[in-house]
Structure formats: structure tokens, C-alpha cells
């Protein structure tokens, strides 16, 4: 019974894949049991159909715009001081003891995070959102990703770097990515639509559709035809 209801619901979402029949109908139940506890939770904090797990810390939530099946995992911090708003589209993924820091310095106000339908990210992910951080739809990522979308400006050697303030270009993601663990991407940079980024790759340049990248920094290592 529950795995013809978690099936219905999966379809429901517009997800295609069929649960594996050797999955024992009892984790198919804690699934149920922990998915609910999370909803009501989120319907009690967030007062919106968020699944919503513990210790979530939301800062500045009327400037977040959520999208159907939303899914904050534990231990995650969203500071939503931004100019723009903080959107995460339909069946949206953030892992847990992640961070979105939208706003690093009360120097400058932050621009913050839009991450498409259908796209999820692992566990301890952080977010430096400052210069805007945009991700497409369907992208799939792994753990321990990280997003700097500012740079320090360090050329005048009168001054200590720390005085002479940042510069901001935004990090841009197309739709249809395959990120893998560890994965570092630096202010500026722009991967085309139905690409892959290898593991531990640092990105600090602009990629063109249908790339597979990686290294440090990262290059062009093969193009998907």
C-alpha cells in the first residue's frame, strides 16, 4: 500500500524513476514517517508546504519565494538579507549543515540565491551569495560544494587588502548539470547548459554548453556530442 502511495507521489511531482522493488516495505514507511514530520514542521515554522528539517534557522523569510516540494534538510542556515529574492523553484534540494550567506559585509547588501526547479545539492554546501548566485534547472549536485561570488581587490600596495573592498560578478549555472563533490566555484563563473563539472574541480572561467570540465583550475576536458 504505502509503496503504490509513494509511487503515485513521486509521479505527482514529475519525477519518472520507479522505486526498486527489493526496497523493503518498511523503509518505504520511515520514509513516509520522516518526509510528514518534516512538512509539519515546515507548515509550523515556515506557515508554507516546505519539508523542513530540524534545526533550520530561516533568516528574513518574507523575502524567500518557495516552490512546490521544497526540501531544507537539518541543520541548515538561509539568511535571506538580500536585494533580490531568494527563490528555490519546484522540488528544490538543500543538504544538510549547509550555509547561504547572502549578505558578508554590512558594507554591501548582498544580491543572494535563485536555484531552479528540479535541482539539489548535497550536505555542507555553502553558499556565498553576495554577488548572486544563479542555478538552472535539473542540476544535480553532490556534497561539500562551495560558491564565492566575490573577489577581494588587492592591487594598490598602500593599502591593506582588507581596506581596499571587493568586486562582485555573480556565478551563473545553465540547466541540465551534473556537479560532483567537492567542487569549488569562483566569482565570475559561467557553465553552460547540459555540462559536467568533475569533482573537486576549482571553476573560475566561462564554459560553453555541453562541456565536461574539470582540474584546478578547471579546463575544457572533453565536449558531450
Keep these: 500500500m504505502f509503496r503504490n502511495q509513494l509511487q503515485k507521489i513521486i ?14 516495505e518498511r523503509l518505504i514507511v520511515r520514509s513516509f514517517y ?3 514530520i518534516m512538512l509539519l514542521r515546515g507548515l509550523l515554522k ?12 530561516v533568516l528574513n523569510k518574507s523575502n524567500f519565494v518557495l516552490g512546490k516540494n521544497v526540501t531544507i534538510e537539518s541543520y541548515t542556515i538561509l539568511d535571506g538579507y538580500a536585494s533580490e529574492k531568494i527563490v528555490l523553484g519546484d522540488n528544490a534540494k538543500i543538504g544538510m549543515y ?5 549578505t558578508s559585509h554590512l558594507a554591501t547588501y548582498g544580491k543572494g540565491l535563485k536555484m531552479g526547479n528540479n535541482s539539489a545539492i548535497g550536505d555542507y554546501t555553502h553558499f556565498g551569495a553576495p554577488g548572486g548566485i544563479e542555478i538552472g534547472n535539473d542540476v544535480i549536485m553532490g556534497s561539500y560544494i562551495s560558491f564565492h561570488s566575490e573577489n577581494h581587490n588587492f592591487s ?14 555573480g556565478i551563473k ?3 541540465n548539470i551534473w556537479v560532483g563533490a567537492k567542487v569549488t566555484f569562483l566569482d ?23 562541456s565536461v570540465i574539470g582540474g584546478v583550475p578547471a579546463r575544457v576536458i572533453k565536449t558531450i556530442e
Excluded at 46 to 57: E, I, Q
Excluded at 196 to 204: E, H, I, K
Design 11 to 24: 509521479n505527482k511531482a514529475g519525477k519518472s524513476y520507479q522505486i526498486d522493488p527489493r526496497i523493503p
Design 34 to 36: 520522516i518526509r510528514g
Design 46 to 57: 515556515l506557515r508554507k508546504k516546505v519539508f523542513l528539517g530540524k534545526n533550520v534557522t
Design 98 to 102: 549547509s550555509k547561504l550567506l547572502s
Design 156 to 169: 594598490d600596495t598602500t593599502k591593506l587588502i582588507r581596506e581596499q573592498g571587493v568586486t562582485s560578478k
Design 173 to 175: 549555472l545553465g540547466n
Design 188 to 210: 565570475g563563473c559561467i557553465v553552460g547548459h547540459n555540462s559536467v563539472v568533475a569533482a573537486g574541480a576549482v571553476v573560475n572561467g566561462i564554459y560553453p554548453d555541453n
